[in-house]
């Protein structure tokens, strides 16, 4: 079983379709949570990044955690075009970064 | 200020043939990573630096592989008798706080196609 679950996709959505991504994990000792966001060819972003179970709202993204089910989200509002891109969650123990396989997202105009 | 930078983008090698790949961090930065991506796979973590030491190389996938960090600055990875299963973007990653940080900033990347 690897570390951190995440379905690779893809996920096609139209434009203003709200967005739901998804990691498992199995590690109960990981505490910091991100989201990266990776466009074809380019190195990941960070996008969002949270250390307790709870949401965190940037914008149109809000990220959800919940240490008692190791499982986290990442809900995208009013998708736009831009959006496009893979999404690979994150966890991280003390520097020891581990990443989800990516998801793939498209959203069509 | 400039990002993370490598070089090449891209690289195509004969199997056999040994490969440096560059990383240039962020000036300042004092951890570095290089991660490799596989096509479907996620980010396969595979050495981490904290100034010129690499306190954890466990994830380098055989002795074909090296890394080496000078001045606190530029990094590369080296592999040696590259096969085709090598074939992937290597990327690096810099961090200002050293050891659990949650901020890393990657590079584009480099495409390493072992024909």
């Known amino acids: 079983q690897k570390e951190v679950e995440q379905d690779p996709g893809p996920l096609s959505v139209p434009e203003g379709a709200i967005v739901s991504l998804n990691c498992t994990y199995s590690?109960?000792?990981?505490?910091?949570f991100m989201w990266y966001r990776q466009y074809s060819r380019k190195g990941p972003e960070l996008l969002m990044y949270?250390?307790?179970?709870g949401n965190k709202e940037d914008g149109r993204f809000t990220a959800q955690v919940d240490k008692s089910s190791k499982y986290i989200s990442l809900f995208i509002r009013d998708s736009q075009p831009s959006d496009s891109a893979t999404y690979l969650c994150?966890?991280?123990?003390?520097?020891?970064?581990?990443f989800g396989a990516g998801t793939r997202l498209t959203v069509k105009p | 200020g400039a990002g993370v930078s490598q070089s090449p983008s891209n690289k195509v090698t004969e199997k056999g043939k040994d490969v440096e790949l560059r990383c240039d961090p962020i000036?300042?930065?004092?951890?570095l990573y290089w991660y490799r991506q596989s096509l479907g796979q996620g980010l396969e973590f595979l050495i981490y630096?904290?100034?010129?030491?690499?306190?954890?190389k466990s994830g380098l996938p055989s002795d074909r592989f090296s890394a080496e960090r000078t001045g606190g600055s530029v990094s590369t990875l080296t592999i040696q008798r590259t096969q085709q299963e090598d074939s992937a973007v290597y990327l690096c990653?810099?961090?200002?706080?050293?050891?659990?940080?949650?901020?890393?900033?990657f590079g584009p990347g480099t495409r390493l196609t072992v024909t």
């Open positions: 630096f904290q100034g010129n030491s690499a306190p954890d």
């Open positions: 949270t250390y307790s179970s």
């Open positions: 994150a966890m991280d123990k003390d520097g020891d970064m581990r």
């Open positions: 000036s300042g930065h004092t951890a």
């Open positions: 590690n109960s000792a990981f505490q910091y």
């Open positions: 990653a810099s961090s200002f706080k050293p050891g659990g940080s949650t901020e890393q900033y």
